[in-house]
């Protein structure tokens, strides 16, 4: 028996191969399919099944095209209602690989369809459960992605009764869930993405002794908006996609200078996918930064309309990955990138931005001067933040620059840099011109500054 699992961090998406006796499995397979087909081959094994644990909506599956690759069967839980054929296991069916078996767990809560699979190997001992947005470590599902089709309390009460079978299990059970740390399918997930069921137990909230009143109200309690990319997403899955080689020949297209200024007279959206320190230093008008090398398609789809036109500007080399990780979440309206990047820009002679950054250093001195604007995460900010600071969460800036007056001063900060400067430049679209960015974020100010630091929940 051999089970690993394959992590993509900018989604923090946990997917997983599982092989026994020359037969594979596949479970929450991301859309870009070659790592487990490779790994299958290299392996001299057939990919017999893809489970899916649930309708995802924070990512397009991989299922479609893994099966017309494969021939694999696509697993469901009762209930998925997809526009195409898949098997939809009924609670307690088994699924036999080599000489393991899959035991389909029906454990609705985060969606009415959610399953986990309980692995036993060749002796039938029960060894790992694939419990997807069931479980996670530290945390559990949220019950509100249904766009309105079942109330949040609906869907919590039933989650209370999946736990109470997950909890029925053994203690050393390895729980391997589809998500870790930052991603938005659950409250608070801790930090590791595997965990075994007995630690659960200890420490996971929601597998604390409760009444399912006390449940329903902690686990609907405290959740933050979704993506609005989600719900575009699960109907995605649900409908089926184009294959993504056929999204790459359509998008990764060269533009020319020209080429790429009609694209923006027509209404595109250019995306600047260079990092956040270069991005400072020149940038075209009216770009929106958001950088490769952190959870670039996430912050895409939590801040751009998925019907919005985009043109990208990419680091040299990277063009194709910008579009493919779009493409991961359902972001196929890319009419290409400018050729050359943003050199082609420069050496046109076109205008240029910037934004001004300071150090950490430097930020006592200018904080006499103007407004102190903190977009991090509710967690963060209650964790410590600048005493006086505005508190504007970055997936929620636009929708509030209400509240802010272009006419000020603003610092502008996250934990580390990158969300910042995602930030500085949506306010520099919207005409706030007097903007300050502050490298290395909140992480560095509580060690240089750490006077200025104060805790607590209230939201300035």
Known sequence: MY??????????????????????????????TDAYIEMATARDAKIKYVFETHVHADFVSGHLDLAAATGAEIVFGSGAETNYAVHEAKDGEIFRIGKITIE?????????????????????????IFTGDTLFVGDVGRPDLLDGKMTKEALAGMMYDSLQKIKSLPDELV????????????????????????????????????????FVDTLTHGLA??????????????????????????????????AFDSEISNGALVLDARSPLVFEEGFIPNAVNIGLD?????????LIAISTPLVIVAPEGREEESVRRLARIGYENVRGYLEGGFE???????????????????????RAAAEVLDVRNPGEWANGHIEGAKFIPLGELEARLSELDPTEEYLIHCGGGYRSMIAASLMRRHDFEHLVNVHGGFSKMKAVVPELVVSGEAVA
């Open 3 to 32: 089970i690993e699992q394959l992590y993509t961090n900018c989604l923090a998406e946990a997917a997983y191969y599982i092989e026994s006796e020359g037969e594979a499995a596949i479970v929450d397979p991301i859309r870009e």
């Open 104 to 128: 389909a767990m029906h454990t609705p809560g985060h969606t009415p369809e959610s399953t986990c699979y309980l692995l036993r190997d060749e002796a039938g001992t029960q060894k790992a």
């Open 175 to 214: 729980v391997y869930p589809a998500h870790g740390p930052g991603s938005a399918c659950g409250k608070n997930i801790g930090k590791e993405t595997w965990s075994t069921l007995g630690v659960q137990k200890r420490t996971n909230y929601a597998l604390q002794d409760m009444t399912r009143e006390a």
């Open 225 to 258: 908006a979704p993506p609005q990319y989600y719900f575009d997403d699960a109907k995605i899955n649900k409908r089926g996609y184009a294959p993504l080689a056929d999204v790459l020949a359509k998008n990764v297209q060269a533009l020319t200078l020209s």
């Open 294 to 302: 952190d959870k670039y398609a996430w912050w895409a789809g939590t």
């Open 344 to 366: 082609t820009w420069l050496k046109a002679g076109r205008k240029v931005e910037t934004i001004r950054s300071i150090e950490p250093g430097e930020f006592a001195d200018a």
